[in-house]
């Protein structure tokens, strides 16, 4: 099966993030494929990237980049495909500055925002299997089985103290 998610960077620096998303798409079977690309020190390469995206067969970008985060929104100025962007948690601004990078896109160009670092990593690859799970029915039972899973997971362990 072809690559359907790229997950890109800024920087080798984000992938202690970006581990997550990525982790979280092999647990959902959902081929992809990842590589740094930054919107300061690649432009060029960035806007290969996005305009080759679609033809490639790709159908979701995850973009993810700390500080001045440009990547996720210049990534869906040059292609239709869908771009979720996930904010890096900075050392100097925790990430608040990578946030509001991210989530204020100008109207005409959308750019889905998740939380800031881990979460909004392992979110971005669950709502790509969303997107994905519409016309796919493997990724919409391995969707409906991993929420299953966690849900039974919580059930399960009720007691909040440490074991
Ligand atoms: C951004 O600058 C990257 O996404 C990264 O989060 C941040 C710092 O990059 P490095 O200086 O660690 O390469 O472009």
Redesign the pocket.
């Known amino acids: 099966m072809s690559v359907r998610v790229g997950v890109i ?6 992938w202690s993030t970006l581990c997550h998303t990525v982790e979280t798409l092999e647990k959902l079977g959902i081929e992809h494929e990842t590589k740094v690309v ?3 020190r690649t432009p060029d390469l960035l806007f290969e990237y996005a305009e080759t995206a679609a033809d490639r067969g790709l159908e979701v970008i995850i973009a ?6 440009h ?1 996720p929104g210049m990534c869906a100025a040059k292609t239709r495909l869908p771009v979720l962007g996930v904010p ?1 948690k ?1 050392s100097t601004l925790s990430g608040v500055d ?1 946030l509001l990078s991210i989530v204020q896109m100008p109207a005409g160009i959308p750019t889905a925002t998740l939380a800031i670092g881990r979460a909004g990593a392992i979110n971005a690859a669950l709502l790509a299997a969303a997107m994905l799970a519409n016309h796919d029915e493997r990724i919409r039972e391995a969707l409906e089985a991993f929420r299953a899973e966690q849900t039974q997971q919580v059930l399960d362990n009720p007691d909040p103290r440490p074991a």
């Open positions: 960077m800024g920087s080798k620096s984000d930054s919107a300061h993810g980049a700390g500080g001045a985060a990547l890096v900075s990578s």
